[in-house]
């Protein structure tokens, strides 16, 4: 168990939706469209918020699944209100979480 904790209220805060190593992923933006549409139910508690239906918080629940990323772009987890949040710069990985696994 990484130090950020998975739930909703941090998948809210998650700026990994709009990061460009995952701009050209389809399978992440795939993950994105179906989870905006099952984001109604989760809100009202209706349906459980499964780690896996996450394109993002890569910190709390680990490496993406999605494997047509792109590592060359640049991580923007410094920009994420989770960083500061966490003191996620003293941690290890710094970033890139989808790649290197949760922040520990
Ligand atoms: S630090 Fe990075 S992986 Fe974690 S919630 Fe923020 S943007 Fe997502
Ligand atoms: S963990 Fe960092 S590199 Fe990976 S998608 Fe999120 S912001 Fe981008």
Redesign the pocket.
Known sequence: MGK?EFNLE??Q????NT?PVQANSACAKEKQMKVQEMMPKITAGEMALEAEMIP?????KGKTMCEDVDFEKM?????????EE?D?SNGEPM?Y??RDGT?K
Not at 13 to 16: A, D, R, S, T
Not at 56 to 60: D, K, P, Q, V
Not at 75 to 83: A, D, S, T, V
């Open positions: 950020v941090n998948v805060k998650c700026i990994c990061c993002g918080l890569y910190c709390a991580c923007q987890c410094n920009e994420c209100p989770l960083w966490y996620l970033g979480y989808c922040a």
